[in-house]
């Protein structure tokens, strides 16, 4: 079964910046798009940035300017870098795979970003 995993998170001071990856373990069928979610302690997971498969991509408001979402097919890696971190943005990251044909959702176990003040 391919999973998703997260990397990159860790503890940064506000101001700084983080690139969190999401790598396949193999190939994944029927990808639309992937995606860059997050959920803060009590909230709900909400979208950060998203990447179609012809490089649209998509940001959450709190965050343009700040990240961006790229991939490189050939390691099968999606990237976010977000830069200026608030404490705001401190939350655990999610990575999921959309697909085609009813295919089902993929998820990352997610990576935990703290942005210290």
């Given amino acids: 079964q391919v999973q998703l995993v997260e ?3 860790g503890l940064v001071q506000a101001g700084g910046s983080l690139r969190l990856s999401c790598a396949a373990s193999g190939m994944i069928v029927g990808i ?3 995606g860059w979610y997050r959920q803060a302690p009590g909230k709900q997971r909400e979208l950060v940035a998203s990447i179609t498969n012809g490089d649209s991509t998509n940001y959450e408001e709190s965050v343009k300017g700040r990240a961006t ?3 490189d097919n050939a390691k099968r890696t999606v990237y976010l870098q977000m830069n200026s971190l608030k404490p705001e943005d401190t939350a655990v990251y999610y990575c999921k795979a959309e697909r085609r ?3 089902p959702v993929i998820w ?3 990576t935990q970003v703290t942005v210290s003040t």
């Fill in 7 to 9: 990397s990159g998170g």
């Fill in 32 to 34: 639309n798009a992937m």
């Fill in 69 to 71: 979402i790229s991939r």
């Fill in 101 to 103: 044909w009813g295919l």
């Fill in 108 to 110: 990352g176990q997610g």
